[in-house]
């Protein structure tokens, strides 16, 4: 059973620790800023895309003082109790439904009880409010399934959270996060953390109140469930993490701890951590985004534009989402695909590609 989460994570990773791809002179001469050793610990979500070489890596690492080891320690867990009213779903007692969101005794992930199924798009459930402490951090997680016939490409479940005066007056709506089941027909928990502040617009929070929807199903009818819902003090998760699969492409690699290496001129292997930017492409010089820390440009398309993020000292991530987007003027040709990656290659700018970035947020 997997666990997503949502959270704003900062690393305070001194800027020395991250790995500066090395020095390639290609049509200018700048030098890449030296780095220190890169450190061997730490968190990543990698997402592979079946296609052709398509591949979206998001990491996050941090230095060995700090670095957990998935191994052999135990998970961060929940610390406080659950402050939310029949969490479990007997019926729908202490909720809210609308825009099609129904109760459904026949599935759930807790015997005894039901979930909430979402069976099109805004579907949504509310908690009844809950008093909360301000300038404290919480928990807030769920359970999500989608259809086992029906579910994937899975919808997106999106969280959000009311603050609210003590009398229960609004406030102000906080982002959560969002996600969609990794496998279908199981329950995996969903979290995000977040801290109550003391004031808004000059009024004191007093009490939270917790959304669930479905949002981004492309048109089709995907239906999902929710189930399990938890609020308490702190951080942490009810699921350990699950394990680490590494992953092994023929320019980049990810291992069971995430760390990535990427290969140079064919022959190393060396670490990398991607500080990756969308940069202006009205902008004809990018070194400004290298000479501010960055080593990686997101969404390149073309040969030339990866050849301008080289210039300035940066690797890419060669962008292929038009080609899966239905309406987008290169959707299905996979022959121009192929051809972009042959030029790739005839303009040795493959070591330069860190990854094939697909923006799979749309599914029509």
Known sequence: MERMETEQMGTDTPADNLRKPPNRKKASTMKRPASSDYHKRSWQLGICQLGIATIFILAWSAPDAWAIDWNSKPHLQR???????????????????????????GITRTAGSGSIRFP?????????????????????SAYIRTDPIEGWPPPIVRSMVQLRTR?????????????????????????????????????DVGKVGLILFMNDVG?????????????????????????KEPFTGA????????????????????????????????RPDWSVYANQGFNMAMRRSTADQIQQAADAGLLSGAAISGFMIEGHGDYGDEQLLRDRIA??????????????YWDNEQYD
Do not use: C
């Open 79 to 105: 610390l406080g109790p659950n402050l939310v009213p029949n969490h479990e779903f007997d019926q729908v007692n202490s909720y809210s439904l609308s825009q099609g969101a129904a109760y459904d005794p």
């Open 120 to 140: 099109v798009d805004d579907a949504r459930v509310i908690a009844d409010l809950i008093p909360v402490n301000p300038g404290e951090t919480y928990t807030y």
């Open 167 to 203: 009398d229960g007056a609004f406030l102000a709506n906080m982002s959560g996060g969002r996600w969609g089941n990794s496998a279908i027909g199981e329950w995996e928990e969903i979290t995000t953390f977040f801290e109550v502040p003391e004031r808004v617009n000059g009024k």
């Open 219 to 243: 048109g089709e009818t995907r239906p999902t469930w929710v189930d399990d819902l938890y609020l308490g003090l702190g951080k942490g998760f009810e699921q350990p993490p699950r394990a």
């Open 251 to 282: 320019q980049t690699r990810v291992d069971e701890l995430g760390n990535i290496e990427i290969l140079r001129d064919g022959t190393t292997w060396e670490p990398f951590f991607p500080l990756a930017i969308y940069g202006d492409n009205r």
């Open 343 to 356: 030029e790739f290659k005839q303009r040795d700018l493959m070591d330069d590609i860190v990854l094939y």
